[in-house]
C-alpha cells in the first residue's frame, strides 16, 4: 500500500513542479517576451520565430474559412509591400487542417499573399498564443518583445499600429542577431 501512495505523492509533486514551471512563463501579452514558437513552411521547411530573432514580426493567424481574415488581407498585403523594405517579416499562420494543404496555396495565390504563409494544422499557435478566434494579430520587436496584439482584421491605416512598426523598424537590431535586410 505505501509504494503506490509514494508513486501518487511522487506524481503529485512532478505535476506541481509542472504547473510552476508553467506560471513562470510569461503571458503573451504586450511587453512581455513572444513566446518560443515553431510552425512548417508552404515548402515544408521548418520555420520559427527564433530564426526571425533581430528583425520585426507581423504574426496574423488565419484561416480560409474565417470571412474576417478574408477582408483582411489586402491591409496585411499593403503592410507587406510598404513595410518589407524596410525590415518587417510578415508571416501569416493558417490553422486550417492538414486535408487543406492544397486549398491555402491556391487561397494564398487567389488573394495575391505574397508574404510568408505558415501551416500549423495542430492549431499549436493558438495554445503557444493565447488567441481566441481568428484573425489574431502581435507585432514582435527586434528583441522578440510583443509591441501590439489585436483581435479581428487588421486595417493597414490604424495608427497606433503604424506608430509601432515605424518605432520597431528604427530600433537597431540587438547584438548577436541578423537584424534588418541590410545589416
Known sequence: ???????????????????????????????????????????????????????????????????????????????????????????????????DRPAVGDFAREYGMTYAVWLDPDERVSSVFRTHGVPSTFLIGRDGTILWKHVGPVDARDPGLVRLLGEALAAPAPEGTSGPPDA
Open 1 to 99: 500500500m505505501r509504494a503506490p501512495l509514494r508513486a501518487a505523492a511522487a506524481g503529485l509533486l512532478l505535476a506541481l513542479a509542472a504547473c510552476g514551471a508553467e506560471a513562470r512563463v510569461a503571458p503573451p501579452e504586450v511587453g512581455n517576451p513572444a513566446p518560443a514558437y515553431a510552425a512548417t513552411a508552404m515548402s515544408g521547411d521548418s520555420v520559427s520565430l527564433a530564426r526571425l530573432r533581430g528583425r520585426v514580426v507581423l504574426l496574423n493567424v488565419w484561416a480560409t474559412w474565417c470571412h474576417p481574415c478574408r477582408e483582411e488581407i489586402p491591409a496585411l498585403q499593403q503592410l507587406h509591400e510598404q513595410y518589407s523594405p524596410r525590415g518587417l517579416e510578415l508571416v501569416g499562420v493558417s490553422v486550417d487542417n492538414r486535408a
